[in-house]
């Protein structure tokens, strides 16, 4: 339950990053700024997304003590 907020936090600030670039484009917000912030955003959300479907090692469940 936990990564599904995380995953939809990080989908708002990449919509959220995305709209203030479309701001940047209009020359009413910094470009580099806002493409910076947009990067950024959508690094996070491709991590976060990847790290769900990360292999956790198997059990270290033995047969002999």
């Not at 484009?25 to 955003?41: C, D, G, I, R, S």
């Not at 959300?45 to 790290?51: E, G, I, P, Q, S």
Request: net charge positive; proline share 3%; hydrophobic share 65%.
């Amino acid at each position: 339950m936990k990564r599904r907020i995380v995953l939809f936090l990080w989908i708002v600030a990449v919509v959220t990053a995305f709209f203030l670039n479309l701001l940047g484009l209009m020359q009413l917000l910094p470009l580099w700024a806002t493409m910076l912030f947009l990067f950024l955003t959508l690094l996070g959300l491709l991590t976060a997304w990847n790290r769900r479907h990360q292999f956790k090692g198997f059990s270290s469940k033995r047969m002999w003590p």
